[in-house]
């Protein structure tokens, strides 16, 4: 059977489990061994669960990173091995190829102003997929790390107790350009100076000697790849 498509695999799959219940219903009046038998049970139940993963993924809306169009996965095709977009047949291997990745970090002041969903949707909205997120709350050995180049300034007292306030969101966030872009989608670091349209313009404010801007992001490829690390490997 050719496999162009998630129904595709789900329908192959469904089959092989139909195959397996049925060498175990002609094996059951002999006396198979105990392992022999757990094996197959185990295989079907595999099999079972395979099938559902994929059903629950095919449910699922990916976008496009090229013409930006959202559609359910069982709508994408498969060409060689590869996910193509059924809109515009770009191919999600070579967007993934084009792909790089960036760390950002909601920061307390977002959190507690529930700012959070608005920066996520806006995440999407502008083509990122997020790889990981996750909501923690901060150590002072881990702040010092993801901000050492601040460590020695004068604002580092302030900007280690901002940052310990709340719990922060840590992002992976990946597209074409992901750095670069994630930064432009921010704005400036004084959201005094953020052009409109940005995350900082909309959300920011400046409180004492630190800026409350809304979220943190890589500012190079390196920077990217240190800060991640820090966090997921």
């Known amino acids: 059977m050719k496999i162009e498509s998630f ?8 089959g092989a489990t139909e195959r397996v ?4 219903r002609v094996a059951a009046p002999f006396e198979l061994v105990g392992a022999t038998r757990e094996l197959l049970s185990a295989s079907r ?3 079972y669960l395979a099938a559902d993963a994929i059903r ?3 449910l699922q809306t990916a976008t496009c990173a090229n013409c930006k169009n959202s559609s359910q996965r069982h709508l994408w ?3 060689m091995g590869d996910m193509r977009c059924p809109t515009c047949g770009e191919s999600e291997r070579e967007q993934r190829r084009l792909a790089e990745s960036t760390f950002a970090m909601v920061k307390p002041d977002a959190i507690t102003s529930s700012y959070l969903g608005r920066i996520l949707s806006r995440i999407e909205e502008e083509g990122f997929t997020i790889d990981h997120m996750e909501k923690i709350q901060l150590s002072k ?5 993801l901000y050492s180049e601040h460590v020695e300034r004068s604002f580092w007292p302030n900007l280690l107790d901002f940052t310990l306030s709340s719990p922060v969101v840590l992002l992976q966030l990946t597209r074409e350009n992901a750095v ?7 704005g400036a670091t004084d959201p005094r100076d953020a052009e409109p349209g940005t995350l900082r313009h909309a959300f920011g404010n400046k409180k004492g000697i630190v800026y409350r801007n809304v979220a943190h992001g890589s500012d190079s490829v ?3 790849k240190r800060e991640l690390a820090i966090f997921w490997v």
């Not at 129904?7 to 469904?14: L, Y």
């Not at 670069?180 to 921010?186: E, N, Q």
């Open 21 to 24: 219940n049925d060498v175990i």
């Open 56 to 58: 629950r993924e095919s």
């Open 180 to 186: 670069a872009y994630w930064r432009k989608v921010l």
């Open 7 to 14: 129904d595709d695999a789900f329908t192959a799959i469904h």
């Open 222 to 224: 390196a920077s990217a």
């Open 45 to 47: 139940d595999s099999l």
């Open 141 to 145: 050995p881990v702040v010092r790390l």
């Open 77 to 79: 095709r498969t060409h």
